[in-house]
């Protein structure tokens, strides 16, 4: 079954410093996320990302995150200089266009720590 | 703005029927979804219902009341590796569209023998 690939699967990294967490989406969808969860709060949505644009972004990413599609097969989060509030787990997720659209499959996270 | 509410905990026995609740209040609304999640794990999807009614899916019926903004997750024939947190999440929000999740805080089911 298509999967979500996210890496690194962990990363620890200081405070101010950059961070950049990796995606690879399944191969024919179109739309790409970005959700976070601390641990042991929901899970919150961070952008979202269709035709190499921004489509849609919460209060939570500000002008520290931004996403990039670089080639034709990753998405990545950026982090410019990381806080220890941003310590969390970060899922990527990605869906088709037109049917089933809203159906959003999710990446196993990338789990940073900010010390 | 945007409100979704569900029990934090259940508990409930092995081989036995469990309903879990949610209520939302959304100012937009384009369907609302069931995720699984367990421990340290990704979210994986469960159920989608768009329209009033009952989706049945397996051992798993998700329920939808838009008038009502409520809907429930129904599992049955529990085993224990149903022990998992069960997200309720609805798509749209304050500017109606897009593929936005908001997800509630999830509740948190223990399957005991």
């Known amino acids: 079954e298509p999967e979500v690939t996210q890496t690194p699967s962990h990363q620890v990294t200081q405070m101010g410093q950059e961070v950049i967490l990796r995606c690879v989406p399944i191969?024919?969808?179109?739309?790409f996320y970005w959700y976070r969860q601390i641990l042991g709060q929901k899970v919150e949505f961070l952008v979202s990302f269709y035709n190499n644009e921004i489509s849609e972004k919460s209060e939570i990413f500000d002008d520290q995150f931004s996403v990039e599609r670089p080639d034709g097969s990753n998405f990545t989060l950026k982090i410019r200089s990381t806080k220890l509030e941003d310590s969390a787990m970060y899922f990527c997720a990605s869906s088709v266009w037109g049917p089933g659209a809203n159906v959003l499959t999710f990446g196993a996270g990338s789990r940073l720590t900010v010390l | 703005g945007q409100n979704i509410d569900q029990p934090t905990e259940m508990t409930a026995t092995e081989g036995a029927i469990v309903q879990i609740n949610c209520t939302y209040q959304?100012?937009?609304?384009?369907?609302l979804f069931w995720y699984q999640q367990h421990a340290g794990e990704a979210p994986t999807f469960l159920s989608y219902?768009?329209?009033?009614g009952l989706e049945e899916k397996g051992r798993f019926s998700s329920f939808l009341s838009r008038s009502k903004g409520y809907s429930y997750l129904l599992l049955k024939e529990l085993q224990m590796k149903d022990s998992a947190s069960y997200l309720c999440a609805v798509i749209g929000g304050l500017t109606g569209g897009g593929n936005k999740l908001t997800f509630g805080t999830g509740t948190q089911l223990k399957v005991e023998l």
């Open positions: 191969s024919n969808h179109l739309y």
């Open positions: 959304t100012s937009g609304f384009n369907g």
């Open positions: 219902n768009v329209l009033d």
